[in-house]
C-alpha cells in the first residue's frame, strides 16, 4: 500500500507536538493499540528529526510517520532522509511541494481559502490542509461545492463532537492535535491509556456503519 492510500484509508493523523523525545515511541505504541495508523511529529518539537527516524524504524508496518510544521525544502530533505513519508506544512510553499515529489513522498499543504486550495492541488498537494478548521464543517462543504475534486484534511478544531461533520462534509483525512494527544500532560501508564481509548473513540467515529444482510 502507497503511503497515500494508507493515509486514505485510515484517515486519522495523530499530531505529535512538544512531547518529550524519549515518550514519542510510547505514544507511538498507544496510539497503535487504539487503531490509530498515521503519526504527524511536528519539526517544532524537541528532537523531532530523531524521534521520526526512531518512529520509522520502530514501527514500520504499523504506523506511518511523516513530519509536520514543515516551512521550506531544506527542512522537508531532512525529515524525508529521516524517514518521514509524508510532509504536512501549516502554510502554502511551492518549493516544499515540489521537494517532497521528489522524494516520492506524500505532500500535504497548508491553505485556507478556495484560491490557496486550488493553488496547493495545482502545485502538486497530494491532499490539501485546511487550517485552521475552527471555521467549521459548514466550510468544508462549501469548498467541496466548486472543487469537489480536491481531498481536504481539516486540521486545528477537530474533536470527537465534529468530526463526522467533518467527513459528511466531505473531508478524506483528519488532523488531530490536541484533541487526541495532549503533550501537556506527563506520560505516565494511566495517560497512555487514556491515549488509546481516545485513539479508539476517533477510529470509531469515522468507520464505516455496519451493514446488516437482510
Not at 93 to 119: C, D
Request: glycine share 8%; charged share 15%.
Amino acid at each position: 500500500m502507497t503511503a497515500l492510500a494508507h493515509i486514505l484509508e485510515h484517515k486519522l493523523v495523530a499530531i505529535v507536538r512538544g512531547a518529550n523525545p524519549q515518550d514519542v515511541l510510547k505514544i507511538a505504541q498507544a496510539l497503535h493499540e487504539g487503531g490509530v495508523r498515521t503519526m504527524e511529529i511536528t519539526l517544532n518539537s524537541p528532537g523531532a528529526l530523531a524521534a521520526i527516524e526512531e518512529i520509522s524504524s520502530a514501527m514500520t508496518g504499523k504506523v506511518l510517520v511523516g513530519a509536520g510544521t514543515v516551512l521550506d525544502p531544506e527542512t522537508a530533505r531532512a525529515a524525508l532522509l529521516a524517514g518521514a513519508q509524508y510532509i504536512i506544512s501549516p502554510t502554502l510553499n511551492k518549493k516544499t511541494i515540489r521537494m517532497t515529489k521528489r522524494y516520492g513522498a506524500v505532500s500535504i499543504p497548508g491553505a485556507f481559502t478556495a484560491t490557496e486550495i486550488l493553488a496547493a492541488y495545482e502545485f502538486g498537494g497530494d491532499i490539501i490542509k485546511v487550517f485552521p478548521a475552527s471555521v467549521g464543517a459548514t466550510y468544508f462543504k462549501d469548498i467541496a461545492g466548486p472543487l469537489p475534486f480536491i481531498p481536504l484534511m481539516p486540521t486545528g478544531g477537530v474533536s470527537l463532537n465534529n468530526i463526522q461533520d467533518f467527513q459528511k462534509a466531505g473531508a478524506v483525512a483528519f488532523g488531530l492535535g490536541s484533541a487526541l494527544v495532549d503533550t501537556s500532560q506527563p506520560v505516565t501508564d494511566d495517560y497512555l491509556q487514556q491515549l488509546t481509548a481516545r485513539a479508539e473513540q476517533f477510529v470509531q467515529a469515522v468507520a464505516p456503519p455496519l451493514t446488516v444482510a437482510p
